[in-house]
């Protein structure tokens, strides 16, 4: 299967839904640090890690969106499924909801047909 270049206008969309994810990652390290100091030591681990798996896989995208490659719309699809697999572990902090929906939002717009503007 070939690559697929994104559009400019399809990039822009795509570029805020993986800015939110990455503000999503960095509440997560907050809310690790306060699960930490009440002793949830094992969920505050856990959550450190959805948090650097979710941050990092965005922040891929968005390079990869940034510099046009080949590959950035599979990057997307495979951020867009982190956020909605890893939202599991974070429902009980409700912010897994969030990422859940993040992550459809991701899938719906990278996988949507382009449209010529006829």
Request: proline share 3%; with cysteine; net charge positive.
């Amino acid at each position: 299967m070939a690559d697929v270049v994104i559009s400019e206008e399809k990039a822009k969309g795509i570029r805020r839904l993986l800015l939110v994810a990455l503000g999503f990652a960095a509440i997560l390290v907050l809310c690790a640090a306060l699960l930490l100091g009440n002793d949830y030591g094992r969920y505050a681990l856990v959550v450190v890690l959805v948090a650097a798996a979710l941050g990092g896989s965005a922040w891929v995208s968005m390079r990869a969106l940034g510099e046009q490659r080949p590959h950035a719309r599979r990057a997307c699809i495979v951020t867009g499924i982190l956020l909605v697999v890893l939202s599991v572990p974070l429902i009980p902090i409700w912010i897994g909801l969030l990422t859940a929906v993040t992550g459809i939002g991701v899938l719906v717009v990278v996988l949507a047909p382009e449209h010529d503007a006829r």
